[in-house]
């Protein structure tokens, strides 16, 4: 089966995660940034839209994470990822324009703890070209809530990192086809350049 075109005029490339507070935890971490760089310059020539998702967290949302969950409670009690720290903020190289869609979260996918739906309906989106760290964490998770949400979605295969090698590409070769068309870097373009005719 071929793959689907992607429609600039009505889609958003999603970058999830790509802050050095996550990033620095991963080798190659640097080839997925500057790949994405180039990815970012390709959406932005086609005239798609370009959405960063990234989690941090205030005062506030330390004292509302749950105390049953031992990875959150050791985030809260150390106040790690706090919202002004540098490290939090997306990667340098990877700098929102003025335009660009930002939301910060506080939880493992993109939808539950952002208003990232309403600004996707607002600009008449209906189509995500995923691409984040973790493959296993913020990419599955935003995958499966934007597959009950109805997005039409691509996942960026070389455009993902996780800790797990084997688990990044048992998702992307059984899971993620069930819900996603998933495509290499190099095709993204030439799919943006199709679907403009």
């Known amino acids: 089966m071929s793959t689907p075109n992607i ?3 009505r889609s958003m490339l999603l ?10 935890r991963f080798e ?33 949302d330390y004292n509302r994470l749950p105390k049953h969950d031992d990875r959150l409670t050791d985030i809260a009690n150390n106040r790690l990822m706090y919202d002004g720290d540098p490290s ?6 990877l700098e929102p324009q003025m335009g ?15 208003d990232l739906d309403k600004k996707l309906r607002m600009s008449s989106r209906d189509t995500l070209v995923l691409a984040g760290v973790l493959t296993s964490g913020v990419v599955l998770s935003t995958l499966l809530e934007a597959a009950d949400r109805d997005f039409k979605l691509f996942v960026l ?3 993902c990192l996780d800790t797990n090698q084997e688990l990044h590409e048992t998702l992307m070769a059984q899971l ?3 819900y996603a068309s998933v495509i290499e870097v190099s095709e993204f373009e030439g799919l943006c350049k199709s679907a403009l005719g």
Do not use: C, E, W
Not at 88 to 93: M, Y
Not at 102 to 113: E, H, Q
């Open 28 to 60: 190659g971490s640097d080839d997925l940034v500057n790949r994405l760089a180039g990815t970012i310059a390709t959406a932005r020539d086609k005239g798609m839209k370009v959405g960063y998702v990234r989690i941090a967290f205030n005062d506030l």
């Open 176 to 178: 993620f086809p069930r």
């Open 100 to 114: 660009d869609t930002l939301v910060r979260k506080t939880r493992i996918g993109a939808f539950s703890t952002t």
């Open 7 to 9: 429609d600039p005029r």
């Open 88 to 93: 939090t903020q997306v990667h340098p190289t």
């Open 157 to 159: 295969k070389d455009g």
């Open 15 to 24: 970058l999830l995660d790509m802050q050095p507070s996550v990033l620095d």
